[in-house]
């Protein structure tokens, strides 16, 4: 990719998944917090992934249209894809370097992945805004530093759950996971976001760094297929390794331009 170069991607796509759209754009400097923030708010998708070529990776920052992302894995998982396949980086892994860490991007068969460290959570009293949020089917509560995890008693309540957004808005936390186990995929969830436009994410890799942990010790599995129920739908394969988890995805191209 050349500087001012960007790619529209949907990312997690599969069966029954158009995934979650991100713009991948190269910039030669991204220091400009402000300039970012009104690049995305004109690209309006829920990620706009901005990079940044260094010697040993790129750094990385992402924009949704209201605020900068703290850690964004379907805008990662669209930066490799674009890098891996559009991008002529055949060999070796990608590090992308943010804020407060790293992740890794390499091919994966047909698709790609990205590795990043597992976020673990602590069981906690349930909310009373919560279990009025998820109409009463809350089974259990669990805080982390990244979204809450929210088990719900069965798969159809996360998909056919309808939130209520008033009292899940009188939580201080940037968003939750819904999540059940599934009998098709080993579990699906659906990620909330009730303080932003979009109130929903449609295919959200930083709530499978979590959901992968928590699933695999419940479900005794260290490689979990994964659906998120949202409107557009999205499939990851979950793998957890001494503390690291890698999502698997593919992605799908629908538009290619410059800035510049």
């Known amino acids: 990719m050349k500087p001012g170069e960007f790619y529209l991607i949907n990312a997690f796509t599969g069966e029954n998944a158009r ?7 190269m910039l030669k400097d991204i220091s400009d917090t402000q300039k970012l923030f009104q690049i995305a708010q004109n690209f309006n998708l829920p990620a706009t992934t901005f990079l940044c070529e260094r010697n040993d990776g790129y750094d990385v920052r992402w924009f949704a249209p209201e605020a ?6 379907h805008g990662t998982i669209a930066a490799t894809w674009v890098l891996k396949k559009h991008s002529n980086i055949i060999t070796g892994p ?7 860490g790293s992740l890794f ?22 909310p009373e805004y919560v279990q009025r949020g998820f109409q009463g089917r809350v089974k259990s509560y669990f805080k982390n ?57 449609q295919a959200t890799g930083s709530s499978h760094m979590l959901l992968t942990p928590f699933w695999s010790e419940r479900l005794a599995k260290s490689k979990m ?7 557009r739908g999205g499939v990851m394969h979950c793998l957890i390794a001494d503390d690291k988890v890698s999502l ?11 800035l510049i």
């Open 225 to 231: 297929h994964a659906y998120q129920a949202s409107n």
């Open 105 to 126: 991007g390499d091919q994966y068969e047909s698709g790609v992945r990205i590795e990043g460290k597992a976020i673990y959570s602590i069981e906690s009293e349930i």
């Open 94 to 100: 990608i590090r992308f370097h943010y804020a407060t």
């Open 68 to 73: 900068e992302i703290g850690l964004c894995g």
């Open 248 to 258: 698997v995805g593919e992605c799908q191209v629908f538009g290619h331009g410059s």
């Open 145 to 201: 530093d990244n979204k809450d995890i929210v088990l719900l008693d069965c798969e159809e309540s996360v998909i056919e759950m309808k939130p209520n957004w008033n009292a899940l808005r009188e939580s201080k936390a940037f968003g939750c996971v819904i999540t059940a186990d599934s009998k098709k995929y080993d579990f699906v969830s659906r990620t909330i976001l009730p303080h932003i436009n979009f109130l929903e994410d």
């Open 19 to 25: 995934g979650n759209q991100a713009c991948v754009l």
